[in-house]
């Protein structure tokens, strides 16, 4: 598969820069963290993404692009559905382009300019691949980076997977033999993110912290230093006050869009927080949904436009497209 190239490159490096700002609207994580052990096994007979070709991602570089829709039916992160995912090393990244928003899953996120690259010097040494298991409604996305090189060290050696499961929506990262120069003062990114592109804002973050002794999920993640051991896996599970069981854009709507800056939201849901940012990311209007079903949102003092309104409910997260035109 020939790799595409990226106009959000370097607002990715930045946003990789930055992943643990304070997000802009949660209150309490979106994820759940446990981890246990599993016998780590390569791949079998997986699909490549890089062709043979040689990658490295720790200079300014193109991703692999993965279309989810035929092989996860059900996989919404943070609540929203994407199918533009985007393949990096160690990470993935479904991108938003209406919205422009990344919703980022990082495995073995490490810092730039640092970053995972091919062994190889002619021909590709370290494959990305990967394969569905399983059947639907229950498949598995499994993403493989095998015997991938580190850019700080010619001998290091890296493997690992990202697990996608269909349904419950768990997220899993799988940790096989590793060998990294300096592990234990190698920072890595590991966690769940959702990210607004033009300004690399921190929508919400659900980043692991300390290292692999005793890692912690938090929203305001410090530094994870170390590398995790060979067998272990870091198990992401949506929380059970933010389980999407429903689609929300079938119980909320917005009206008129566009409009002189008055919107209506009428929604069959009776509790939830309203959340309304810019082109900027900067938050313009923030309220409650009303128990009549209807919300009024009065942004008529603000400049035509197009905005993005978050809705956060017990039963998940809806972001919906306003246009001001006065």
Do not use: C
């Not at 059900?74 to 559905?81: E, I, K, L, Q, S």
């Amino acid at each position: 598969m020939k790799k595409l190239y990226s106009i959000i490159l370097f607002a990715f490096a930045s946003a990789f820069a930055n992943l643990f700002v304070q997000q802009t609207h949660a209150q309490t994580p979106y994820y759940s963290f446990s981890q246990y052990t599993s016998t780590y096994a390569n791949l079998t007979s997986p699909i490549s993404l890089n062709n043979g070709n040689l990658w490295d991602f720790s200079i300014p570089t193109a991703y692999y692009p993965l279309n989810v829709s035929p092989l996860l039916s059900n996989f919404p992160v943070f609540g929203d559905y994407n199918y533009d995912l985007r393949v990096y090393g160690g990470t993935a990244q479904f991108y938003n382009s209406g919205s422009q928003q990344i919703y980022y899953m990082n495995g073995f996120g490490l810092f730039y300019p640092d970053g995972m690259k091919d062994k190889g010097t002619s021909t590709s040494l370290s494959p990305i691949s990967y394969q569905v298991s399983g059947t639907t409604p229950n498949r598995i996305l499994k993403i493989e980076w095998k015997n991938a090189g580190h850019a700080a060290a010619s001998a290091d050696f890296i493997n690992v997977q990202l697990w996608l499961y269909e349904t419950s929506n768990i997220i899993e990262v799988h940790y096989g033999s590793s060998s990294i120069t300096n592990a234990s003062t190698t920072q890595l990114s590991v966690g769940i993110g959702h990210t607004y592109v033009p300004n690399s804002n921190m929508i919400e973050d659900d980043f692991l912290e300390n290292g692999p002794s005793n890692p912690i999920l938090s929203m305001n993640a410090n530094a994870f230093y170390g590398i995790p051991t060979n067998g272990t896996v870091y198990k992401f599970t949506v929380a059970a006050a933010g389980v999407a069981e429903i689609n929300l854009d079938d119980l909320i709507s917005v009206y008129p869009n566009p409009s002189n800056g008055k919107f209506t939201l009428s929604s069959e849901i009776t509790k939830g927080e309203i959340s309304v940012y810019n082109v900027e990311g900067e938050k313009v209007y923030s309220s409650t949904i009303q128990p009549s079903n209807h919300s009024t949102i009065d942004l008529s003092s603000h400049p035509n436009g197009i905005y993005f309104i978050n809705i956060k409910t017990e039963n998940g997260i809806a972001n919906k497209k306003l246009i001001i035109n006065k």
